[in-house]
């Protein structure tokens, strides 16, 4: 596969549910994101990761709690969400370049999750 | 802080138009990069293009050509001769660095609210 693949496509919980959002980059890049896309607002950033090590997290509820294993792959653990959780979580990763030199994100397809 | 701005909420167009998707932006930084990225139906974004604020040259690419003016803080979006499968919502974005002790360890990523461009047949 290529480019920025993410799983499942489509998920429906309920609030006492447990389940992980799994994100991998087949880029080579060094750097992964989680972003959060809700109806009638901007993409909000979650999460950043470079090179393993949360470097970002951007006041996100403790129930969304993010793995970066390694550099290619990226999990969201979700756990007692709540209705207002449900979005489009997409996943990102770029190179983390440095200096003058662009760092383009790359996206994955996103998961629709829906919260009972 | 930075900030994006995309007015636009929805346009409607007949195929075969020019239609122009307008971003304004504002950010403290003097070097940044600007980025336009389309969402079809699907929901990936897909990465259209990206503009060093140094580099002020209009790009055309195909269909799609890109107006950026430092002087009023916009990057214009232009598609010439529309067709059907360009209908998704385009998003306009402006980065910054994200740095961690020396090192820059990625790019934070501040996106408009999207335009929803409908091309109809």
């Known amino acids: 596969e290529t480019g920025v693949t993410q799983t499942p496509r489509h998920l429906v919980m309920g609030m006492t549910n447990k389940k992980s959002l799994k994100c991998e980059q087949h880029l080579g890049h060094n750097a992964m994101y989680w972003y959060k896309q809700s109806a009638k607002k901007p993409l909000e950033l979650m999460f950043v990761?470079?090179?393993?090590?949360?470097?970002e997290n951007n006041s996100v509820p403790s129930r969304f709690s993010p793995e970066c294993p390694n550099s290619s792959h990226l999990f969201l653990h979700l756990h007692t969400l709540q209705p207002e959780d449900s979005a489009l979580y997409l996943c990102?990763?770029?190179?983390?370049?440095?200096?003058?030199?662009?760092?383009?994100?790359?996206f994955g397809p996103g998961t629709r999750l829906t919260v009972l | 802080a930075q900030k994006v701005t995309q007015a636009q909420t929805e346009i409607s167009v007949v195929e075969k138009e020019d239609v122009t998707l307008d971003c304004v932006y504002e950010?403290?930084?003097?070097?940044?990069?600007l980025f336009w990225y389309k969402q079809p139906p699907s929901g990936e974004l897909v990465f259209l293009i990206r503009?060093?604020?140094?580099?002020?040259q209009n790009e055309i690419s195909g269909r799609y050509s890109w107006n950026f003016q430092k002087s009023t803080s916009s990057f214009n979006f232009t598609i010439t001769a529309s067709q059907v499968v360009d209908s998704a919502v385009y998003f306009c974005?402006?980065?910054?660095?994200?740095?961690?002790?020396?090192?820059?360890?990625?790019?934070?990523?501040?996106f408009g609210e999207g335009t929803q461009l409908t091309v109809n047949p």
């Open positions: 503009r060093n604020s140094f580099d002020e």
């Open positions: 990761y470079s090179l393993e090590e949360r470097v």
């Open positions: 974005a402006l980065s910054e660095w994200m740095v961690s002790g020396r090192e820059t360890s990625g790019s934070r990523l501040t």
């Open positions: 990102a990763s770029s190179q983390r370049a440095g200096g003058t030199s662009t760092d383009t994100q790359y």
């Open positions: 950010t403290r930084d003097t070097t940044y990069y």
